[in-house]
């Protein structure tokens, strides 16, 4: 069972990040590039820096690669301090800044992808599930925020 429920996890964490794969989707557009990669991949730091609805993308961006570290922090047992407000003080980067943001957010989900084999679903499983919900949550803001970036352009 808890090879399976690993399984079904880590199908559903790479369709928040990575997009749908050839067998369709379970939430997100049946296309490439849905996820939050793709949404975010190309942009620039100006696209990404730009104000909508009080928020960047950037800001977006670094939000889930803080809650990601945050789980993963948790599950490893480690003593810290979460700062939530730090996450969404992004309002401009530099093209360098940007990139650092995407490296780490990928990074971020790549190591949860592989924890998620080792680690005791049976004490992590809710928060495992959060980290799906709250990133899909951020992924559809990501996708209105560019739909207002191409309607600006």
């Known amino acids: 069972m808890s090879e399976t429920l690993a399984r079904s996890l880590k199908m559903l964490l790479k369709e928040t990040f990575e997009g749908p794969g050839n067998g369709g989707s379970y939430y997100t557009e049946s296309k490439p590039n849905t996820g939050v990669f793709g949404t975010i991949d190309g942009l620039t730091a100006e696209d990404a820096s730009r104000s909508i609805n009080g928020a ?3 800001a977006h961006s670094d939000h ?3 809650y990601l570290w945050v789980i993963r922090t948790m599950i ?13 003080t992004i309002h401009h980067v530099d093209e360098v800044k940007w990139a650092e943001i995407r490296e780490g957010l990928h990074k971020e989900y790549v190591t949860l992808l592989e924890e998620i084999n080792t680690i005791d679903l049976g004490k992590w499983l ?7 919900a709250h990133s899909a949550y951020h992924l559809g803001a990501l996708r209105q925020m560019l739909k207002s970036l191409e309607i600006e352009k």
């Open 76 to 88: 490893s047992g480690e003593n810290f301090e979460k700062d939530w407000g730090a996450s969404w």
């Open 56 to 58: 960047t993308i950037a």
């Open 64 to 66: 889930i690669r803080y």
């Open 126 to 132: 809710t928060n495992v599930n959060a980290t799906i």
